[in-house]
């Protein structure tokens, strides 16, 4: 990691701690209910976005996404479960976890997500990486990953086929701290084909968008902002991601869809912004 990076990701660290403060210091009521009821009580989110490229065949496939778990220092595993039950109610098509499984200690990565083993969905589940995986053992966690029966896919793709007509799915590196790298993980396909491509950093959407290439960005990362002002305005955002806190943007020729997340970094808490489960129905254009 660069000293770059390093100054980088102790500022936003500071940053947060500062909002956390300032959130318990407006009143111990608010900083007790993000803390215990807020950051336990996850939303489901749905939206329909419609795809270029999409064949008939994919009309109404849906995925649900969740990042950013960030499975420990909080070991919140009966989160966790619900998640992954609310997720198998559902019934999507196909999972998409958009990086950030740990915050700073992968060693025990396998037993924190082992609940993601029973996610259910016929098209498979699949993950990219986020900046706090890189920092703390990619290795361990793509490792653990793929032993969960969960495809990790870094700089890289695969075609999901229906009725002859194809649909890319692909996962890019973390753009803070590692090599995204586009072309390759569209190599093989069809020019035709629709595109969803796992990003953890919501902003990389610009780098994306200046391809040329029209697909769907699934990113995470930014915790919707984590503690929000009234109107839902972030306090504080990190790196990589505050140009596109949360929600379904247009970037170019790419459709971007940022989650809030589901676990905390720094702060323990959320307020304003509780944690998320996106149900994305694909239409096509």
């Known amino acids: 990691m660069s000293v770059a990076a390093t100054s980088t990701r102790r500022s936003f660290v500071g940053r947060m701690f500062q909002a956390g403060a300032a959130l318990a210091t407006t009143g111990g009521g608010a900083f007790g209910y993000g803390s215990l009821v807020e950051r336990h009580r996850p939303v489901i989110e749905r939206v329909t976005i419609p795809l270029p490229g999409l064949g008939p065949a994919w009309q109404g496939f849906r995925i649900v996404q969740i990042s950013d778990l960030h499975l420990e220092p909080l ?11 609310t997720i198998n109610v559902l019934k ?24 993601l083993a029973a996610l259910n969905s016929p098209a498979g589940v699949f993950a990219c990486a986020g900046n706090h995986d890189l920092w703390s053992g990619v290795a361990k966690v793509s490792r653990a990953l793929n032993e969960h029966g969960i495809t990790y ?21 973390s753009a803070w701290g590692g090599r995204p790298r586009l072309t390759a993980a569209l190599k093989g396909r069809p020019l035709d084909a629709a595109a969803v491509v796992l990003m953890h950093e919501p902003d990389y959407a610009d780098s ?4 040329g290439v029209p697909l769907l960005q699934l990113s995470g990362h930014t915790h919707g902002g984590q503690v929000c002002m009234p109107g839902g305005r972030p306090m504080r955002l990190p790196a990589w991601g505050r140009k596109y806190p949360k ?39």
Do not use: K
């Open 92 to 115: 999507p098509d196909l999972v998409a976890l958009t990086g950030d499984y740990v915050t700073s200690d992968a060693s025990d990565v396998a037993r924190l997500s082992a609940p």
């Open 208 to 211: 994306i968008a200046s391809a």
């Open 153 to 173: 896919l870094n700089n890289a793709g695969q075609a999901l086929s229906l009725r002859n007509e194809t649909l890319w799915i692909a996962g890019l590196d």
């Open 247 to 285: 929600g379904l943007f247009r970037v170019g020729d790419v459709r971007l869809y940022v989650n809030r997340g589901i676990g905390c970094t720094n702060v323990p808490l959320r307020f304003g912004c509780p944690p998320e489960i996106t149900e994305i129905t694909l239409s096509c254009v």
């Open 75 to 85: 070991r919140d595993s009966e989160l966790l479960q619900r998640v992954v039950q």
